[in-house]
């Protein structure tokens, strides 16, 4: 394959995306209260790490489902740090997924790949 600039590049193939646990979970949802949902962890990506798909009931009935792309977020998500607004982004999409049908990604890539320990030193 060739770029614009006539350079090689070398395209590797995907790897195989493997689900290895599926998981019937009630889940409190932020103002609506609890819902039904379905985790299913799944590993296979090019950064080696295990993810999370939370299937929210309804989605499997639409052609092109509601799917948000979650980074993992503990300061926020779980903390509810005011430097970010990942777990308001997270309530949102919960609500929305809920109410519609649709999937997130929880990819577990905390600070979107820089770790959490430079995550840290960015707060700084």
Known sequence: MRTEENEDVIVAPAPAVQVRARVEVPIDVPGLGRRASTMVS????????????????????????????????????????????????????????????GIILYLRQEGRGIGLYNKFDAYM
Do not use: I
């Open 42 to 101: 799944f590993d296979g990506l090019h950064d080696g790490r295990e993810h999370v798909a939370l299937l929210m009931p309804g989605w499997e009935r639409k052609s092109d489902p509601l799917v948000r792309l979650h980074s993992e977020c503990l300061t926020g998500d779980v903390f509810g740090s005011q430097r970010c607004d990942c777990g308001p982004q997270l309530h949102e999409a919960l609500a929305m997924c809920s109410h519609e049908g």
